[in-house]
């Protein structure tokens, strides 16, 4: 399979141009191009949380303290004195760096169901509510962000399926067909709750209008049959 480096970097060069894109065609404000930018280079590492040695897994779980942190900090700031917010800050950043991802990876195994495109639905479905609630970005943002994440995370699955076939030997590894998978159905549960945690992203989400609106230039089944003849 990819690298840590190699699922980065792809992941980057292929996200950053497509959200150039969305910027040039009118779909984008330049700050929206940077989050989706960003957010396609984080889907790209998303898969990998389930290995417990790898770079990603301590990555995210440093962003996703740094997040918890800062929403402690941003809840308590007029209800606690300073030192208190700083030390709440700093206890909600360990608890998420150590004891939670502790746990999550006694839970996981690399390459399980976490590492499908299932698992790649639920990325995307659970970002957009964040970005929308959390951050009080734009509902057209939100799900644009929603987009690159999976779209990140995809990127990732087809590298490693890639690097699964090694061309000077025309040879197929073992782990061929284990990256790109609808979900592992060795792990029913993990999969139910992965449908669970898409209906709830999806129920907590903003309308989609914005984006449908945006597309609304395009033409109608039967029309676009008439141009294409």
């Known amino acids: 399979m990819a690298d840590f480096k190699t699922h980065v970097t792809v992941a980057a060069i292929l996200s950053a141009p497509m959200a150039a894109s969305a910027f040039i065609l009118g779909y984008a404000n330049m700050n929206d191009a940077i989050f989706y930018a960003l957010a396609g280079t984080l889907g790209g590492l998303l898969p990998d949380i389930d290995a417990d040695d790898s770079a990603a897994i301590r990555l995210i779980f440093r962003l ?50 976490l590492h499908s495109v299932l698992a790649n639905i639920m990325f995307a479905a659970l970002a957009v509510p964040t970005a929308y609630h959390l951050f009080a970005l734009e509902a057209k943002t939100a799900w644009g962000i929603g ?26 590894k073992r782990s061929f067909g284990t990256a790109m998978k609808l979900t592992d159905w060795g792990e029913p549960l993990a999969s139910v ?37």
Request: proline share 3%; net charge negative; aromatic share 16%.
């Open 64 to 113: 996703f303290g740094a997040l918890v942190a800062g929403l402690a900090i941003a809840f308590s700031m007029d209800k606690l004195l300073h030192w208190q917010v700083l030390a709440l800050a700093i206890v909600s950043y360990l608890v998420v760096r150590f004891p939670i991802q502790w746990v999550f990876e006694q839970f996981t195994v690399h390459r399980g169901t």
């Open 147 to 172: 987009g690159f994440i999976f779209l990140g995370a995809t990127i990732h699955l087809v590298l490693d399926e890639l690097y699964s076939i090694e061309l000077s030997g025309m040879r197929i």
């Open 193 to 229: 709750l992965l449908v669970l945690g898409c209906a709830v992203g999806y129920w907590f989400s903003p309308s989609a209008d914005a984006w449908l609106n945006a597309f609304a230039w395009w033409p109608e089944s039967a029309r676009l049959a008439e141009w294409i003849k």
